[in-house]
T-cell receptor, first 111, second 114 residues
Framework: DAKTTQPPSMDCAEGRAANLPCNHS???????VYWYRQIHSQGPQYIIH???NNETNEMASLIITEDRKSSTLILPHATLRDTAVYYC????????????FGQGTELSVKP | DVKVTQSSRYLVKRTGEKVFLECVQD?????MFWYRQDPGLGLRLIYF???????EKGDIPEGYSVSREKKERFSLILESASTNQTSMYLC?????????????FGDGTRLSIL
């Protein structure tokens, strides 16, 4: 299984961009990178996913390096509500869409 | 928006009871999943289902069973609840794996077995 490595915690000032890194050096060519977040006492919330190209939606941007061994999730203007644990996951779609969650990064957005 | 609804946010049961956790999704998704989440262990897959009446074991199926009689509903059953099954239980659904579309999760059921 491809594994991901994320820093355990990060701080970000409110209104600034939050850049969350993820290493996935053993990713296979047909595996996607997914990002979820989990706010305390709630279920994981899907944020964004990508294969090779950079992606952007209303929540965030995803930057994937050319060799696909790492990626960065960018929250362009972090708010207090973005305080959560962020998970970077490589999809093992050939196993029925099973997701393997690591320990994630605990992002604290401070006023 | 995709909606995955779990029947209870909090549940307290006694050791030995048979416990049913219900999950309903409104997006006509083929795949449904049950995970449990414990501090330090992350999310672990218990069972999943590709279609009605189909089920597959995940990583930790012992002590659990599932039922999928209708496409939109996936039930997790604790046959004889034990204290080590106290946990947060999360249901998710998604289109088929080949679509590479994301799983969407419910808000979870925090189950306490006394």
């Amino acid at each position: 299984d491809a594994k991901t490595t994320q820093p355990p915690s990060m701080d970000c000032a409110e209104g600034r961009a939050a850049n969350l890194p993820c290493n996935h050096s053993t990713i296979s060519g047909n595996e996607y990178v997914y990002w979820y977040r989990q706010i305390h006492s709630q279920g994981p919330q899907y944020i964004i996913h990508g294969l090779k190209n950079n992606e952007t939606n209303e929540m965030a941007s995803l930057i994937i390096t050319e060799d696909r061994k790492s990626s960065t999730l960018i929250l362009p203007h972090a708010t207090l509500r973005d305080t959560a644990v962020y998970y970077c996951i490589v999809s093992i779609y050939n196993q029925g869409g099973k997701l393997i969650f690591g320990q994630g990064t605990e992002l604290s957005v401070k006023p | 928006d995709v909606k995955v609804t779990q029947s209870s946010r909090y549940l307290v049961k006694r050791t030995g009871e048979k416990v049913f956790l219900e999950c309903v999704q409104d997006m006509d998704h083929e795949n449904m999943f049950w995970y449990r989440q414990d501090p330090g262990l992350g999310l672990r897959l218990i069972y999943f289902s590709y279609d009605v009446k189909m089920k597959e074991k995940g990583d930790i199926p012992e002590g659990y069973s599932v039922s999928r009689e209708k496409k939109e509903r996936f039930s997790l059953i604790l046959e004889s609840a034990s204290t080590n099954q106290t946990s947060m239980y999360l249901c998710a659904s998604s289109p088929p794996p080949g679509s590479n579309q994301p799983q969407h999760f419910g808000d979870g059921t925090r189950l306490s077995i006394l």
